[in-house]
């Protein structure tokens, strides 16, 4: 069975700082999807970066990026120049058969 | 471009009484829709996911049911409410592996 594994359950920083948020996961499948999403305390649930498992290149959204490590099974997510605005619940999650796995989540605090 | 609809926002219910709830999305067609519940301080458990109209999958036994009436149209529904199904309840959509969109979510007492 896929699984999702987020072994950080609570991370604090200082504002500006930047932190990464480590994701693993487990499938025998070649081809899937990988996700980020973020939830702020207003619980609406927002795609914050995506990767397709068979592009080498780690996927970028402006201060946000990813270090995927196919063998590895490791999809983390790097925060650059933190905002008070990123202090949110992360998820990570796989995408296989139609359906999202997802992590247990990682609260996120950006302290100022 | 594509909108996600849902609602009510909240909702307290007694136990025992049925529930409703609507989600509807714009702008694009043959959408796979899901219904996800999260409790509080942790992670999304699927509930039911649809690839069609009248086609419902259900991942975990429950006291909730899940329609398709319309493409673009997905409704999450019980005949009677119990405290455990208490929850935020969140609808989503996807157009193959693009990612999912979600609603705003409904945050459901049941009292």
């Given amino acids: 069975a896929q699984t999702v594994t987020q072994s950080q359950p609570e991370m604090s920083v200082q504002e500006a700082e930047t932190v990464t948020l480590s994701c693993t996961y487990d499938t025998s499948e070649n081809n899937y999807y990988l996700f980020w999403y973020k ?13 397709e498992a068979y592009k080498q290149q780690n996927a970028t959204e402006n201060r946000f990026s990813v270090n995927f490590q196919k063998a590895a099974k490791s999809f983390s997510l790097k925060i650059s120049d933190s905002q008070l605005g990123d202090t949110a619940m992360y998820f990570c999650a796989f995408y296989s058969n139609y359906q999202l796995i997802w992590g247990a989540g990682t609260k996120l605090i950006i302290k100022p | 471009s594509q909108t996600i609809h849902q609602w009510p926002a909240t909702l307290v219910q007694p136990v025992g009484s049925p529930l409703s709830l609507e989600c509807t999305v714009e702008g694009t067609s043959n959408p796979n829709l899901y219904w996800y519940r999260q409790a509080a301080g942790r992670g999304l458990q699927l509930l039911f996911y649809s690839v069609g109209i009248g086609q419902i999958s259900s991942e975990v036994p429950q006291n909730l049911s899940a329609s398709r009436p319309q493409d673009r149209q997905f409704i999450l529904s019980s005949k009677k409410l119990l405290l455990s199904d208490s929850g935020f309840y969140l609808c989503a959509w996807s157009a193959a592996n693009y990612g999912y969109t979600f609603g705003s ?5 049941v009292v």
């Fill in chain 2, 105 to 109: 979510g409904t945050r459901l007492t």
């Fill in chain 1, 39 to 51: 939830q702020p305390p207003s619980r609406q649930m927002i795609l914050v970066i995506r990767q």
